[in-house]
């Protein structure tokens, strides 16, 4: 790899580090080709991404990014995961450690926040931007159905009422 291709490198890094929600840093070491494309298939599907780089150029990179405490985590094959949602990268790398044994996370960043292994379980159990949109969606929708329920209930209660009067009617 020639300057010029390392200059690339870390310029891509220094973007990824820069517009990315959250980063996870783990060890790969022992994943077969095939185990690697599976993390890589389940981290596009989240909208994540993964990226190997030489540790050295991701240090460079990270020089003056909110990340930089990372750069503690970057020593032998580490892969990082990153998303621009806040929990999305944390999820996807947490439920393939669960799977995989080799796949070891060491840590990560979360805007200026350093996290610990167990920073990053903590942020891979909240919900995600959807699954909080849809949550927020739900809260703002449930009173318009009540409001029209009820609005609704008087005149099917007023429509019982008379079918049960016009019923007496007949029979007498």
Sequence with gaps: ?????????VDELGQIFESSGVVVVARYAGLTVAEMQALR??????????????????????????????????????????SEDPVAAAKVAEEFAKENSKFDILGGA????GLDRAGVKAVSSMP???ELI????????????????????????????????????EAA
């Design 110 to 113: 979360m805007g200026d926040n």
């Design 41 to 82: 298939a389940r981290a596009r599907e989240a909208d994540c991404g993964v990226r190997v780089a030489k540790n050295r150029l991701a240090k460079i990179a990270l020089e003056g990014k909110p990340c930089a405490s990372v750069a503690d985590f970057l020593t032998g094959m580490t892969v990082l995961t990153y």
């Design 134 to 169: 849809a949550s927020i969606a739900g809260c703002i929708g449930a009173p318009a159905s009540n409001i029209a329920g009820a609005i609704g209930a008087p005149a099917s209660n007023i429509a019982s009422i008379l079918s049960t009067l016009e019923e007496k009617a």
């Design 1 to 9: 790899m020639d300057r010029a291709q390392k200059e690339k490198v």
């Design 128 to 130: 995600s931007r959807e």
